[in-house]
């Protein structure tokens, strides 16, 4: 997987091995990663543009410290119970085991952090070409990764160089594959500037609604969205609210707000992964935004009508997160779409609601 790594075994089907009981049974001093492979034609990958991804789940120790996604073209931090339900989906998942220095551990899920500076397919290019790219990036500190993904398990090599001599002595394992150049002092000075010019709004005091879950083997995952507290509406559980005897909603329509809770639930965790504590603030003023267009909606009691617009609620998000970290998450927003749409195809179609899900997609794509 990543040259350093020690193989314990690769590909065993998941359907064999529940890879939360390979995390959890690592001794104190081991650190790596377990790596979730779902083919291109399995169920969750199945469909239009579809493609091979695989589920991280970096471990120091049986503790999960990490859970990311990777396939050919992006890669991103995501809530583990995504990688769970995933995992759960796909009879056809594979299960693989590495280990690896703490080092070269922490190169490795850097570069899910990081945006490139420098991506390029090498095989066409001369070696001079390449370095020729490498030194006109005019990186003094940075991260050099080679990658191949054309077999079942992606191959990387990744050298850090503190100085643009290091870098320039960089040699790719093979003469073929892709070549990124994380500028480590360049992502830094974006987040700075950011901060800078882009501060997150004012806005109203914000309290956490958390819940539990258990995933397989015993693994707890804490995953909270931020709800909006004012003076007008005060977030409550659907069930305790006073006076009031809602009528049950029918079973597909139960689905999809179940279907959308957890559509925006994971896009909560995912908006933490990027922006950290700013995410409160810029979803409790998207959805200030939000509410004058819609007032019926409330995302702590979603219902048949108002659940389709919790993908309006997202975009609106999008429009208020700073420049340079909105196409990040529009990459996660759009992986979520997708996942909402393959997963809940059935009751999407049921209910009607299908082609405003693709016209999401297509709006999040820029088409």
């Known amino acids: ?65 990490d859970c990311t996604r990777l396939n050919r073209d992006l890669r991103f931090a995501i809530p583990p119970d995504n990688a769970a339900v995933a995992y759960r989906n796909d009879p056809d998942a594979e299960i693989s085991l590495f280990l690896a220095p703490g080092d070269s551990l922490s190169r490795f899920r850097s570069t899910f952090y990081l945006e490139p500076c420098l991506k390029v397919q090498i095989n066409p290019l001369s070696h001079e070409q390449v370095l020729s790219l490498l030194e006109s990036s005019c990186c003094q500190h940075g991260i050099i990764e080679w990658n191949e993904f054309s077999f079942r398990i992606p191959s990387l090599q990744l050298t850090e160089g503190n100085s643009r001599d290091e870098l320039k002595n960089f040699r790719p394992a093979l003469w073929q594959g892709r070549l990124f150049l994380y500028d480590i002092e360049r992502n830094r000075e974006l987040d700075r500037y950011a901060l800078v010019h882009h501060p997150p709004p004012p806005c109203p005091a914000l309290s956490e609604e958390s819940s539990t879950e258990f995933l397989p083997g015993a693994v707890e995952v804490r995953h909270a969205l931020p709800a909006v ?139």
């Open 1 to 65: 997987m990543i040259y350093g790594a020690a193989e314990v075994f690769r590909r065993i089907p998941g359907k064999s091995l529940d890879p939360w009981l390979v995390l959890g049974s690592q001794p104190g001093d081991a650190t790596g990663f377990v790596l979730i492979s779902h083919a291109p034609d399995s169920p969750i990958g199945r469909g239009p543009n579809s493609s091979q991804f695989h589920d991280i789940l970096f471990f120091d120790g049986p503790k999960l410290i």
């Open 229 to 367: 507290c004012d003076d007008s509406a005060q977030v409550q559980d659907r069930a305790s609210l006073p006076g009031s005897t809602p009528t049950a909603p029918r079973g597909d329509e139960s689905k999809l707000i179940s279907l959308f809770d957890d559509f925006l639930r994971s896009f909560g965790d995912s908006m933490a992964s990027v922006l950290g504590e700013k995410s409160c603030k810029i979803l409790a003023r998207a959805e200030m935004d939000f509410r004058p267009l819609h007032p019926e909606f409330d995302r702590a009691r979603l219902n048949g009508s108002t659940a389709i617009l919790t993908l309006d609620l997202v975009e609106a998000t999008l429009r208020r997160a700073s420049a340079f970290k909105r196409s990040r998450l529009r990459r996660l927003a759009l992986l979520l779409v997708s996942d909402l749409y393959h997963q809940g195809y059935e009751v999407l179609e049921t209910e009607g609601k299908l082609e405003i899900v693709e016209r999401a997609y297509f709006r999040l794509r820029g088409e």
